[in-house]
T-cell receptor, first 115, second 115 residues
């Protein structure tokens, strides 16, 4: 079975500073990995995804993530954050159910950007 | 392209009352998901439909929750009777449903408060 662990429940950071949100996964099969962002009172929006190929994945809003198979990690990074990046971030791993695709989400990391 | 629509956005009910949520997925998407997101946690899959058939309802509390997608398009999730612990955001998501489609598109959610 697949599972996701987000190592930090909250990450405070000052505006224009770099940030890394950590995600580790477990799976016995090949995986696809995702990062979603959730702004207050909104649904989840896809930031980026790793399906295959280059292990460095670039997404929207200047975010990127690196897939590390040996460490079973998929950490999210941004070199310089803005106030508008304040949100909840969820890491997710692919799975299968009844022959169909599904996602398993981590508990989330709340990013708080301070001026 | 219109996104996933959900209604209502907010609902407050007393325990033991019943409530229903509605979801209209992106046009042409075969797979529809209902998630429960309790405050401070990641989304938890309640039920997954492929067209109008259920492919995973292993985490749906079937004594009080029910869901249907009769014509393979929109869907309704019902809770009867509600308990205090059902207070959460209920998210609907859809996906094209092909073998290679893992990305899910989320609606804005319905915030349920049970008093």
């Amino acid at each position: 079975a697949q599972s996701v662990t987000q190592l930090d429940s909250q990450v405070p950071v000052f505006e224009e500073a770099p940030v890394e949100l950590r995600c580790n996964y477990s799976s016995s099969v090949s995986v696809y990995l995702f990062w979603y962002v959730q702004y207050p009172n909104q649904g989840l929006q896809l930031l980026l995804k790793y399906l295959s190929g280059s292990t460095l994945v670039k997404g929207i809003n200047g975010f990127e993530a690196e897939f590390n198979k040996s460490q079973t990690s998929f950490h999210l990074r941004k070199p310089s954050v803005h106030i508008s990046d304040t949100a909840e971030y969820f890491c997710a791993v692919s799975g299968r159910s009844g022959g169909y695709n599904k996602l398993i989400f981590g508990a989330g990391t709340r990013l708080a950007v301070h001026p | 392209e219109a996104g996933v629509a959900q209604s209502p956005r907010y609902k407050i009910i007393e325990k033991r009352q019943s409530v229903a949520f509605w979801c209209n997925p992106i046009s042409g998407h075969a797979t529809l998901y209902w998630y429960q997101q309790i405050l401070g946690q990641g989304p938890k899959l309640l039920i997954q439909f492929q067209n109008n058939g259920v492919v995973d309802d292993s985490q749906l509390p079937k004594d009080r929750f029910s869901a249907e997608r009769l014509k393979g398009v929109d869907s309704t999730l019902k809770i009867q009777p509600a308990k205090l612990e059902d207070s959460a955001v209920y998210l609907c998501a859809s996906s094209p449903g092909t073998a290679s489609s893992y990305e899910q598109y989320f609606g804005p959610g319905t915030r349920l408060t049970v008093t």
